[in-house]
Every structure is written in structure tokens, then in C-alpha cells.
T-cell receptor, first 115, second 114 residues
Framework: EAGVTQFPSHSVIEKGQTVTLRCDPI?????LYWYRRVMGKEIKFLLH??????QDESGMPNNRFLAERTGGTYSTLKVQPAELEDSGVYFC????WGQGATEAFFGQGTRLTVV | AQSVTQLGSHVSVSEGALVLLRCNYS??????LFWYVQYPNQGLQLLLK??????LVKGINGFEAEFKKSETSFHLTKPSAHMSDAAEYFC????????????FGTGTRLTIIP
């Protein structure tokens, strides 16, 4: 069974440009989460989808960040325009709940560098 | 609100020695507790979790952790360190299992001395 997949693994962009990160969750997982780790700091929650709906977006830093989850499958996180402080590693995770609930399974992350 | 404190951002132990990584949490509801590990150039992998029941939980690679409610702690231990244990370890807490965000500590980087 395929795990959580994130694209790209690395991205280097200039300040002011746009970047789109993609996450493919484990098939059948309704819950999809985005997290970010800025260098040296803790991994912080950004938002939570249940299927295609945003359940909790309390961690989104500002309106330069836009997350979508098409048809409750894969998700994208767009940063527009990117700023220097957006640099970090962005993790995606998925899980399922109810009967057969699972812990969150994480992808390998996308390392974003804004220069 | 929930929070996690991991004491020691860097821990070094000799190969074969005891590994002890400390985690204290704060939670207004009964917590679900997790330890994740990140090996170099890899994603986060679950080591072990506490949901309900037995307070001593065993995970992969010989790690275990004990939930102590009175001390609000969930320390990670391994009796004998191996070179392959070198990684960064994260303690996390959530208010539910399967459909709730995780709150992480700042991580502890474990170095194994040959």
C-alpha cells in the first residue's frame, strides 16, 4: 500500500513568486493535515481537511496560503506571493477515524526555500 | 489547549547505553500521546502511541514509553542504544485519535557515540 506522497521534495523560489505543494494521502483516508516546520522550531499545524471540507484552518499563517482538496482526494497548498519567512519543511499527513481509526501517517515533506 | 515540552534539544549517548528522551505535556482533556521519529532525509514515522489502557506502551525498534498522568509525562526509553537510532524524535499530543490535529514538541536530536 502506498504511503503519503508529497511533491516536490524540494523547491527553491524567489520572494514574490508562487509555489504549489501537493499531497497524495493514503487511499481511503478522509483526514488530511498540513503541518510546517520552520528551522529549529516545532512542527506546527496548519490545517485539517475531512474529505473535501476544511475542518480546522486555525493554523494558517495568513491569506497568502491557500489549501484545497479536490474531490476529497489529493490536496494542494499554494503560497502566493511567497515571503522569506515561509521557508521551512511542509509536511502532509493522513488518517482515518471511527472503526479502524489510525494514527496520522506522514509524508516525507517538501522543503521550501524562499530566497 | 494542548502543549508539549521536550527537555533537551540534543541528547548524546554511547552505543549500548540507555536512551531516555523526556516529554511532558499539558492537556485539558485526556490525552492521546505519540512519539514520532525522523531519520535523515526521511519523513516522520510513528514509534509508538498511547491511546487508552496499559500505560506502558511498546513500539518499534525496542523503544517504549510510559504514560504517567500524575507527572503529565510520556518519556521515551530504550535499554541499549544502537548506531541506527541516531535521528530526531518528536513527542506529540492530541485530544482525539484519528481525526484530530497533533501538537508537537520542538524535537530532540539523538546522537549515538561509537
Amino acid at each position: 500500500e502506498a504511503g503519503v506522497t508529497q511533491f516536490p521534495s524540494h523547491s527553491v523560489i524567489e520572494k514574490g513568486q508562487t509555489v504549489t505543494l501537493r499531497c497524495d494521502p493514503i487511499s481511503g483516508h478522509d483526514n488530511l493535515y498540513w503541518y510546517r516546520r520552520v528551522m529549529g522550531k516545532e512542527i506546527k499545524f496548519l490545517l485539517h481537511f475531512v474529505k473535501e471540507s476544511k475542518q480546522d484552518e486555525s493554523g494558517m499563517p495568513n491569506n497568502r496560503f491557500l489549501a484545497e482538496r479536490t474531490g476529497g482526494t489529493y490536496s494542494t497548498l499554494k503560497v502566493q506571493p511567497a515571503e522569506l519567512e515561509d521557508s521551512g519543511v511542509y509536511f502532509c499527513a493522513s488518517s482515518t477515524w471511527g472503526q479502524g481509526a489510525t494514527e496520522a501517517f506522514f509524508g516525507q515533506g517538501t522543503r521550501l526555500t524562499v530566497v | 489547549a494542548q502543549s508539549v515540552t521536550q527537555l533537551g534539544s540534543h541528547v548524546s549517548v554511547s552505543e549500548g547505553a540507555l536512551v531516555l528522551l523526556r516529554c511532558n505535556y499539558s492537556s485539558s482533556v485526556p490525552p492521546y500521546l505519540f512519539w514520532y521519529v525522523q531519520y535523515p532525509n526521511q519523513g516522520l514515522q510513528l514509534l509508538l502511541k498511547y491511546t487508552t489502557g496499559a500505560t506502558l506502551v511498546k513500539g518499534i525498534n525496542g523503544f517504549e514509553a510510559e504514560f504517567k498522568k500524575s507527572e503529565t509525562s510520556f518519556h521515551l526509553t530504550k535499554p541499549s542504544a544502537h548506531m541506527s537510532d541516531a535521528a530526531e524524535y518528536f513527542c506529540a499530543v492530541s485530544a482525539n485519535f484519528g481525526n484530530e490535529k497533533l501538537t508537537f514538541g520542538t524535537g530532540t536530536r539523538l546522537t549515538i557515540i561509537p
